[in-house]
């Protein structure tokens, strides 16, 4: 069992999964479909979600169990997936035993764990599964578990669904790419593209898919827009979800318009000076092309875009390998050092609720050290004289 693409007349894909006789499995294609067509899933959701159903599938070949009432195991499932390689079939590999390194981290499990009941409450929905099936995968909650923000203004007793098989995932730190960092990668840059590249995500914080997915015309770069039809004042992004033929994904459902500054504009400029000196008029319609390998000429796809941030890192020897949303997170926590409002930092990075901002708000520190410095001493406060 493993995930596979399939790819519609249309361009548009989305991700199944087939059996060692590399036949569909109908149930999981439909799920498949119903989350790429049915709910508007980006193709990278419908991939995850695939490779981690598909495990399971593969986990109830191993054992012998039918994949349709197998959940009252998923216990044993959580097991198999912490310490069983994806290619356990093979003779030549050795599952670990005891105090053996774990092959999947907490999060990898929680994330198999979540495409399970999806593939799982979909085959109940069509009656591919008995009913029961959801009393094994979810257990019934209610709201006074809940933080008391996301309890609701009316006070009131609410019913949910809760997932019983859930493993604690252990807080990951977050971190920032500092300006430092992106300026010795902005210097590294061979080729006004990949300057542009790192601008893009590092000055005006968009997401790789959302880099990747830009169009020319949602360039709008002018100090005054109005003859292209738009009247917002300044150079700005639009940035629409599309389904785009390079895997390009915004992940904000809700289009909106990113001002941009200076910096912006002018990697810009040089860039379409250099894409015009290599392809003329033509190229595809995105913003962000080939230009040195690969179709000439042909959109960048997000993997492309972090591939150049790991070039760039490893070309300015930094310390740690700095990625797209690290660039991402500078962005936002650069506003807020700026003295801009959460709200501001919400808008600026396309997302929808308030405290979505918040893990992207990361202090500089050296403004911790002002902010310490700057807090007065016992002495000062009640006026006994100089320290």
Known sequence: MRAF??????????????DDEFRVVPVADQWARYQRFGKG??????????????LYLRWCRSTGRDWREASRDLGLFMVWLKHTPSRADDPGVVVPGPGGKPVRQERRVNV????????????????EAPRHVLGQ??????????????QGEDSGLSLRLRARHRVHEPEAEVDRASDDELVRMFLECRCARDRLVVVLLGRAGL????????????????????????DYPGPHLHVRRRDNGNGAWSKSRAAWIQPVDFLVVQAYDQYIDERFELLGAGGSDFLLVNLFRGVIGAPMTPESIYEVFERLSGRAQLSRPVGPHMARRAFGSNVSDAGGSLDDVQALLGQKHP???????????SRLREAVERVPSPRELHGRGEI
């Open 137 to 150: 995968i979810y257990e019934l909650a209610d709201s006074r578990d809940l933080p008391v923000e996301a």
């Open 355 to 365: 405290e979505s901002a918040r893990p992207y708000v990361i202090p500089d520190r």
């Open 41 to 54: 899933r980006a193709e990278l959701t419908t991939r995850t979600n695939a490779g981690g159903a598909a």
């Open 5 to 18: 693409p399939v790819q519609l007349p249309s361009g548009t894909r989305y991700w199944t999964i087939i």
């Open 112 to 127: 198999v764990l979540s495409a399970t009941r999806g593939l799982l409450s979909h085959a109940v929905s069509v009656g």
């Open 207 to 230: 997401r790789r898919g959302q880099a990747a997915g830009l169009h020319r015309s949602d360039c709008h770069l002018l100090p005054d827009s109005r003859a292209l039809g738009c």
